[in-house]
C-alpha cells in the first residue's frame, strides 16, 4: 500500500525544521517578509474592520504563492507559526460573515505545522470552501490523513478520550462532501493511490468508479488488486468488486472475469462470459 504521511508525522517533520532554523539569522529579505506578515496580523486586531479584508487578502496570497510545493516549511508558514493561537483567538472573537471564513482559511493551513488536534480539517470545515488547489498537493495531502484519523475515531469502537477530534457540529456527510472534493483532486494529480487509500480508510470506495477514466482505470485496478493481500476479510472483497467494476466499465472482459473467479462468483463469471462481444479475448487471458 502507497507510503502516506500522516497529519501528526507532517506535523512533527515541520515542528523539527523549524525548531532548526530558529539559531538561523535572518537575511534582509526575509526579516522584511516577516515584518510584513506581522504587521498583516496587527491589522487584523485593529478596531476597524475594513482593514479585515486586505490583510487577509495579502496573507492568503503570501501562503498560498508558498504552498505550491512544499519540499520545506514555507517562510510565510513558518513566520506565521508564532502567530497561530492569536488568529484563532480573533476568529473566535469575530462574528460569522466572509472574513471570519477566509481567516478560517488561513488558519486550516498554519495547522499543517501546529500539531493540535486536526485542527487542518476542522478549519477547513469552517472557512470559504475555496478549491483545494488553490493551497497545493500537501495540503490537500494533510487534509486527506485527518479526515482518515477523524473518520476512525468517530467509528472506533473504543474512541480515544484524549483524541482532540472535531467539533461534533460537523457531521460524517461534511467529511464526504469534503473527500469528494479530494478524490477528483487526486485523480487529475496522478495520485490515485491516495485517492483509493482515503477511500479504503473511510469505507467509501464505491465513491471512485465516476472519477476514475481511461487513462488513470489500469493504474487504479493495478493498485486496488495489489492491495487484496494486506487487507483483512471482507475488505479484500471489496477490493477485487471495485477493480471488477472498472475493468467492465472499460470493456476489459478478461480481466473481469479473473477476478470473478478470484471472488468465486460464478453468478457474475456466466454474466461477464455471456456479455463479452469477443470470447477469443477471454481464451487469451485463462
Known amino acids: 500500500m502507497a507510503k502516506e504521511m500522516s497529519g501528526e508525522k507532517a506535523a512533527e517533520d515541520a515542528e523539527a525544521q523549524l525548531e532548526d532554523a530558529q539559531d538561523v539569522e535572518l537575511s534582509e529579505e526575509d526579516q522584511q517578509l516577516k515584518d510584513e506578515l506581522t504587521m498583516l496580523v496587527e491589522r487584523l486586531q485593529e478596531s476597524n474592520s475594513d482593514l479585515y479584508r486586505p ?91 485527518e479526515i482518515g484519523q477523524e473518520y476512525s475515531e468517530r467509528f472506533s469502537v473504543e474512541p480515544d478520550e484524549t483524541d482532540m477530534g472535531v467539533d461534533e457540529v460537523f457531521t460524517v456527510s461534511d467529511l464526504i462532501d469534503l473527500v469528494k472534493e479530494i478524490i477528483p483532486y487526486n485523480m487529475a494529480h496522478n495520485a490515485e493511490a491516495e485517492a483509493c487509500d482515503l477511500l479504503m480508510e473511510i469505507e467509501h470506495l464505491q465513491l471512485l468508479e465516476e472519477h476514475v477514466d481511461e487513462t488513470s482505470y489500469p493504474r487504479v485496478c493495478l493498485y486496488l488488486t495489489s492491495c487484496v493481500n494486506y487487507v483483512p476479510e471482507p475488505e479484500d472483497s471489496t477490493l477485487l468488486l471495485t477493480a471488477l467494476k472498472l475493468y467492465q466499465k472499460f470493456d476489459r472482459s478478461a480481466e473481469a472475469l479473473l477476478l470473478a473467479i478470484r471472488l468465486n462468483d460464478m453468478t457474475r463469471v456466466q454474466d461477464i462470459f455471456i456479455a463479452c462481444k469477443d470470447k477469443s479475448e477471454i481464451g487469451r487471458a485463462v
Open 55 to 145: 490583510a487577509l487578502e495579502s496573507l492568503r496570497t503570501q501562503i498560498r504563492s508558498s504552498t505550491s510545493s512544499m519540499t520545506s516549511v514555507p517562510k510565510p508558514m513558518k513566520f506565521l507559526r508564532e502567530h497561530y493561537a492569536t488568529l484563532k483567538t480573533m476568529f473566535a472573537g469575530w462574528p460569522d460573515g466572509e472574513n471570519r471564513r477566509f481567516l478560517a482559511d488561513v488558519i486550516s493551513v498554519l495547522a499543517m505545522v501546529n500539531p493540535e488536534g486536526r485542527e487542518c480539517l476542522e478549519f477547513r470545515l469552517k472557512g470559504s470552501k475555496e478549491a483545494l488547489e488553490s493551497w497545493g498537493h500537501e495540503y490537500v495531502r494533510h487534509l486527506a490523513g
